[in-house]
């Protein structure tokens, strides 16, 4: 444990000016002084808030926005426009806009703003007078949700809901859907002269403001800054010294050669890559139920980068593997990613619940491979970009006939092995045969009555769609209605003692069938494809899947695959999103790994390439990359090796001329020098293994359950109930796709590394390793030997003088000063920084 004593943990603990000091340390002295301090801004900012007050209620109507664009209008969508908007108005009321809706129809006023009592909305949807909706009811929430949106002035957005799909010559020239134009490659500039492409279009936007890039960092910055890139993890002692005495004129090459080549780098990819599509490994919502096989999609993801798969083939496989190869176990876990959503396991309303899972997979997709907030036009035309509602369903229409599917993963057991256990399978059906189909029974009467006709109809006579939410009734009835307690009471003791027998057998076999290793998977369901129409319709114009008409509104052809019974429309979305003719795709992932390399992308909003998000940085520079990356045929590794390899990536942190630089872009959009970024919650705990000597760089397989010292990537993800160490650090719950973590400075934070028992616990093993690195040298000078030792483990640097001074003295004092030398340097930022 941290004593008052300890000296005052450094900025930096390694030999090298620095002018200007940027960051503090979070565990500084000073944060105890600075505690008085923060207790009088608190409360001095608590009175400014209600001196404030009146400002927050001038800007409420932005809430009650938020709140109309996200409640009422998708709940009057999907109840009331079939019978009251502008395709047809019964009784002469329309609910679509704000002039119809105050204005009412034939019996009157439908809204009083203010009034919620007067307003014959509220009245009919309460069946006081009028009965709507006339087939059944509104939930007490969804009625609570318009009586509210009334009682605060049934505000509504000024202006049509409805309008052409390109209304402005600004949407028409929206930069995300125009043809890349990469331009020439610009001259030369400045004083760093370089012949790189990347450090050319970089010098170009510098040299119009007066400025240039920073000298290039030393080896030892370096080698660190692209291992934590590449591999996640930071070099040894034994890397960083071969890599600085490496003689070659070549050494930066063969060393991001020597990083691709490493199974970490695969890891560190797929962990970025997970964020982004929400992966988790459990379900969410109350129960969290955990998806053993989840794993199985991470692995793919790995292996992928690892061997170099290419992008083009990457997307193809997540968006319709069972397609493209449907005996493929490899290509049936890729398409796991349709399966990442969460998923409420009691959710009566099982067709509701299927709309949702599919508006998620739409939603997730668009935000994924294009940037583009296509959600935004499900309930009506998108307010900002070009894309009306009618493009929001032409994409959704590619998911419409996809059916989750659980799969026995093909050679996961020798022949032999498989055909006893099928037998034992058989079997145990026969012992539970009746029984089983009586609790099933039970479970399913409690849904709607049209949901249980679905559920009962013969297989083969159902659409697609009763497939889908046949799915779903199967898929509750096994989580909530067939528990192993109900069996065994069901069956009774004679039949329970021949299936305990039989579960045994299987048991030796490693097949329980209540735990069978299954492939989360997805295909397309049998019978007649259901149309795509706008929620709550069931007749009029249906929307055939497509692309945006903003991108070309490329339609999907339909080609019913007799072998595979697939429709083939997944397959067509992923042959579009690779396009060499769409032009959106490849800025997106250049972006992207853009990002990953410099801490902020091109765009500044990965997943906004839309009106409302910011516009490029370096266009031509963008497009430069994306155009570079087809011509690659989307190669990830060739795109990244560009970077990397720029002097734009290799600069120092500090810039000779740091002042007017920062004075003239003080975000440092230019890229003229380094900006600092903090290790992430991945980074900093398989860093915090690396210094105790004790990570264990085993590959792949599934996760691991509680602290282990394998990578982080493989621990067990949760959605409520997250690694706390990893939570602490702003690591994703899974919930949402991630595109950019928050990087947040809190005082949990603090409190964890300094008084957290695993953090006291690293520091021990992190002595422990220090010391056997260093017991050959005599005792007198161990205490500097130590520091040295410690300091080079967790920053790639020597240690400075100071920090020897500082540092010796404690070490000297025995194990528990070593120890406390080793906590002090984990709080460090010459451990929490990537210069």
């Known amino acids: 444990m941290l004593r008052m004593h300890l000296p005052t943990v450094m900025t930096r603990v390694y030999a090298r000016p620095q002018p200007v000091s940027r960051v503090t340390s979070i565990t500084h002295p000073q944060m105890y002084r600075g505690y008085r301090f923060g207790l009088q801004f608190f409360f001095i900012a608590s009175l400014i808030a209600l001196q404030s007050y009146s400002t927050v209620l001038a800007v409420s109507d932005t809430d009650k926005l938020r709140f109309f664009e996200t409640k009422v209008r998708p709940l009057l969508v999907a109840e009331c426009f079939e019978c009251h908007s502008a395709d047809k108005a019964e009784g002469g009321l ?50 609570d949700t318009l009586v509210k949106w009334i009682r605060d002035g049934a505000i509504w957005p000024a202006g049509n809901h409805s309008r052409p799909a390109v209304k402005t010559e600004t949407e028409k020239s929206w930069w995300a859907a125009q043809p890349l134009t990469p331009g020439t490659v610009p001259s030369e500039f400045g004083e760093n002269r370089s012949r790189h492409p990347i450090d050319r279009y970089i010098d170009k936007s510098l040299n119009a403001v007066g400025l240039t890039r920073a000298e290039t960092a030393d080896r030892r910055h370096l ?22 005495e490496d003689p070659h004129p070549d050494a930066y090459n063969r060393l991001i050669s020597r990083l691709f080549a490493s199974p970490a780098y695969g890891e560190r990819m797929a962990r970025r890559w997970l964020d982004l599509v929400r992966f988790a490994e459990s379900d969410g919502w109350r129960a969290d139920a955990f998806r053993p096989q989840a794993w199985r999609y991470r692995q793919f993801v790995t292996d992928a980068f690892n061997e170099g798969m290419t992008y083009d083939q990457f997307v193809a496989l997540q968006l319709a593997g069972d397609e493209i190869a449907p005996h493929d176990k490899t290509a049936l876990a890729a398409v796991g990613l349709l399966r990442l959503g969460i998923y409420e396991f009691n959710q009566r309303d099982a067709e509701g619940q299927w709309q949702n899972i599919v508006d998620e997979i739409t939603d997730v997709t668009a935000d994924i491979f294009m940037a583009t907030g296509l959600a935004c036009a499900k ?6 970009d070009p894309i009306p509602r009618s493009d929001y369903f032409r994409f959704r229409s590619v998911f419409e006939p996809m059916l989750f599917v659980d799969q026995k993963p093909q050679g996961e057991l020798e022949v032999g092995a498989h055909e006893k256990v099928q037998k034992l399978l058989h079997e ?4 539970e045969a009746g029984d089983i189909q009586a609790l099933a029974d039970g479970a399913v009467d409690r849904f709607p009555l049209n949901v249980q006709d679905m559920f009962r109809k013969p297989a ?74 706008l929620p709550g319709r069931t007749k009029g114009n249906s929307f055939q899947p497509g692309a945006p008409s903003v991108l070309g509104g490329q339609s999907f052809s339909e080609q019913r695959d007799s072998a595979t019974k697939t429709s083939g429309r997944r397959t067509a979305l992923a042959a579009w999103i690779t396009s060499p003719e769409n032009p959106i795709s490849a800025r997106v992932l250049v972006n992207r790994i853009w990002q990953y390399h410099f801490g902020t992308g091109l765009v500044e909003s990965p997943n906004d390439f839309g009106l409302l998000g910011l516009p490029p940085s370096h266009p031509e520079l963008l497009d430069y990359l994306a155009k570079s990356l087809i011509d690659s045929n989307w190669n ?55 210094a105790m000597g004790a990570l ?26 997250s690694d706390e160490m990893l939570n602490a650090l702003d690591a994703p719950s899974g919930l949402v796709g991630t595109a950019k973590r928050d990087v947040t400075t809190t005082a949990p934070q603090a409190l964890m590394m300094m008084n957290s028992p695993r953090v006291v616990n690293a520091a021990k093993s992190f002595a422990n390793n220090v ?47 070593e120890t406390d030398v080793c906590h002090i340097l984990i709080n460090s930022n010459s451990f929490l920084f990537i210069e």
């Open 94 to 143: 329309r609910l679509d806009n704000a002039t119809t809706i105050r204005a009412g129809g034939d019996s009157g006023a439908a809204v009083v703003p203010g009034k919620p009592t007067q307003s014959l909305l509220v009245k009919a949807i309460r069946y006081e007078d009028l009965e709507m909706p006339p087939k059944a009811p509104l939930t007490e929430s969804q009625q």
């Open 771 to 817: 010391r056997g690195q260093v017991a050959h040298i005599e005792k007198a000078k161990r205490g500097s030997a130590f520091v040295n030792q410690a300091v080079e483990i967790i920053s790639g640097m020597p240690a400075n003088q100071q920090t020897i001074d500082l540092l010796a003295p404690l070490a000297a004092r025995g194990q528990e000063g």
């Open 223 to 244: 080698i660190r800054r692209l291992s934590l890139d590449l591999l996640g993890l930071p070099p040894t002692p034994e890397q960083i010294e071969k890599f600085v």
């Open 636 to 690: 990830i590794q060739q795109l990244q090796r560009e970077i990397v390899s720029s002097k734009t990536y290799q600069q120092a942190t500090q810039h000779a001329q740091y002042t007017k630089a920062l004075e003239i872009d003080p975000e440092n959009r230019l890229h003229w020098h380094r900006t600092i970024q903090r290790l992430d919650a991945e980074q900093y705990r398989d860093a915090l293994l690396v």
């Open 460 to 533: 083969s006579e159902r659409t697609t769609y009763e497939h889908q939410i046949a799915y779903l009734v199967q898929r509750q009835v096994m989580d909530e209605g067939i528990t192993t307690a109900k069996v065994t009471k069901a069956i009774g003791k004679e039949r329970n003692e021949k299936r305990e027998k039989i579960l045994k057998q299987l048991s030796d076999l490693n097949a329980n069938p209540y735990e069978v290793a299954e492939l989360i998977t997805v295909a397309d369901a049998d019978g007649m494809i259901r149309p795509t129409r």
């Open 379 to 384: 309930c009506h035309d998108h307010k900002f």
């Open 696 to 721: 264990q760089m085993q590959y792949g397989g599934p996760s691991v359950a509680g602290t282990p010292a394998r990578r982080s990537i493989y621990l067990q993800r949760k959605r409520n109930s």
């Open 428 to 431: 145990l059906a026969e012992v």
